[in-house]
């Protein structure tokens, strides 16, 4: 069974800081498109951060850049994402995110296009 399982959010004050993690089964992370989106209350989802795992190649988008951090432990088949400075408006469900298909040989901008499969996702609160 293909799955993905976040962790790590939570309820935190402005400036604050969090790492949510992502346990992939099923397939394994390394040489993909793999990354992070969130959805916000009442807004469209927002690919925010992606990695192509075999080279390591991460792209962000400018609302996270500088703040955000995605990284991979392929001993575990894991995904991470460091998220820093937290502000409000980053206040949403984050989802992390695959092409478990393998399809891509990049990970096209931040790589919502590539996804096919998602997780259940984990809220991140963030209050002024």
């Known amino acids: 069974l293909v799955q993905l399982v976040e962790s790590g959010g939570g309820s935190v004050q402005a400036g604050g800081s969090l790492r949510l993690s992502c346990a992939a089964s099923?397939?394994?992370?390394?040489?993909?498109?793999v990354g992070w989106f969130r959805r916000a209350p009442g807004k469209e989802r927002e690919g925010i951060a992606s990695?192509?795992?075999?080279?390591?190649?991460?792209s962000y988008a400018d609302s996270v850049k500088g703040r955000f951090t995605v990284s991979q432990d392929n001993a575990k088949n894991t995904l991470y994402l460091q998220i820093n400075s937290l502000k409000p408006e980053d206040t949403a469900m984050y989802y992390c995110?695959?092409?478990?298909?393998?399809?891509?040989?990049?990970?096209?901008?931040?790589?919502?296009?590539?996804?096919?499969?998602w997780g259940q996702g984990t809220q991140v609160t963030v209050s002024s």
């Open positions: 995110a695959a092409d478990t298909y393998g399809r891509y040989r990049d990970c096209p901008g931040v790589g919502i296009t590539a996804w096919n499969t």
């Open positions: 099923g397939f394994t992370i390394g040489w993909r498109c």
């Open positions: 990695i192509y795992t075999r080279n390591g190649v991460t």
